[in-house]
């Protein structure tokens, strides 16, 4: 079904099998166009198409490749959503906007480049996508969304460009992350950021940052070191709770409170360092055994566990 100029594909019918080429005066792809198509195996898009609508190949599940011309600048909101059998697609740098969940629920995709002119990963562009071990995240991208790249649990290390100012709650929740560097450039990292990744055993967060979410490293049991540059003036609640695996952290000289049970099951501190100054009344029972009134109201201290290891506290 198309409009009377057939420059719009309205509707494709659901029902109906194998290969489609879209007719060369097509230069739109309608909202829900394709929508539940479950035995469409191909789909050729002309060099005509400028956009690709909201839900237009929503679980399209027999899809394994797709293309995309270069003259498409947005594909839509759930674009292939739950297009399971997808194993990779090309999108070209004509393309300034890819809505939220667009390619969520691809469990077969395993590999995207996204075009030099998007600004924006939006919500749960790729949630789910269980198969995704590598994105390229352009230099253009200023905003990575809630949950732009949770459950991508094959997900490895990530560049993270200096022009992202905010990582948003859950936008790498429990993701296969091993390795992460946040640049200054990123002003606060969102609640559950990073919860859950537990294959992250390197965080480097640069100077710059102010404000670190509620659980952002929450349950991330490989992390073994953190630094927090001087930059940061808050750590919430929750922060780095059950990093079982942390030994060592090195708090920077703004910080003027830690949140409830930020540091709290991490069970394999040995070292704390504070560059600055907080005053126990500020700490909330952030660490294991409620050290805030035992040994830190002047920043100095060691605190042995029942089973007999202990952590050194220090102040410079």
């Known amino acids: 079904m198309y409009n009377k100029d057939k420059t719009i594909l309205i509707r494709f ?11 060369n005066s097509v230069t ?27 839900s237009a190949f929503y679980c399209c599940t027999s899809l394994t490749n797709v293309t995309i011309p270069s003259r498409v600048t947005s594909i839509g909101s759930s674009a292939f959503y739950s297009c399971y059998n997808l194993t990779s697609v090309t999108i070209p740098n004509s393309v300034t906007s890819i809505g939220g969940r667009a390619f969520s629920n691809c469990t077969s995709l395993t590999n995207v480049t996204i075009p030099s002119r998007v600004t924006d990963i939006q919500t749960d562009t790729f949630t789910n996508c269980t198969s995704l ?7 253009s991208v200023t905003g990575i969304w809630s949950g732009a790249f949770q459950w ?6 990530i560049t993270i460009p200096d022009s992202v100012t905010s990582i948003d709650y859950k936008a790498f929740f429990e993701s296969g992350l091993t390795s992460v560097t946040i640049p200054g450039s990123v002003t606060s ?6 919860y859950g990744c537990t294959s992250l055993t390197s965080v480097i967060i640069e100077n710059g940052i102010t404000s670190i979410g509620d659980a952002a490293f929450k349950n991330c049991t490989s992390i073994t070191s953190v630094i927090i540059p001087d930059s940061v003036t808050s750590i919430q609640s929750g922060t780095f709770q059950g990093c079982t695996g942390l030994t060592n952290i090195t708090i920077g000289t ?11 099951n991490c069970t394999g501190l040995t070292s704390v360092t504070f560059r600055g100054t907080i005053t126990a009344d500020k700490l909330d029972n952030s660490f294991p055994g409620d050290l805030r009134d035992k040994y830190l109201a002047n920043g100095i201290g060691t605190y042995t566990r029942p089973n007999g290891s202990s952590s050194t506290w220090t102040k410079i």
């Open 152 to 157: 991508c649990d094959r997900l490895g290390s």
């Open 133 to 139: 071990t590598n994105v390229t995240i352009p230099s």
């Open 189 to 194: 990292i969102g609640g559950l950021a990073f």
């Open 254 to 264: 703004s910080v003027i409170s830690i949140g409830g049970f930020a540091f709290m």
């Open 28 to 54: 739109s792809i309608g909202d829900t166009a394709f929508c539940e198509c479950r035995n469409l195996s191909s789909i050729t898009i002309p060099d005509s198409v400028t956009s690709i609508g909201d």
């Open 13 to 23: 019918p659901e029902g109906k099998t194998g290969a489609f080429t879209i007719p």
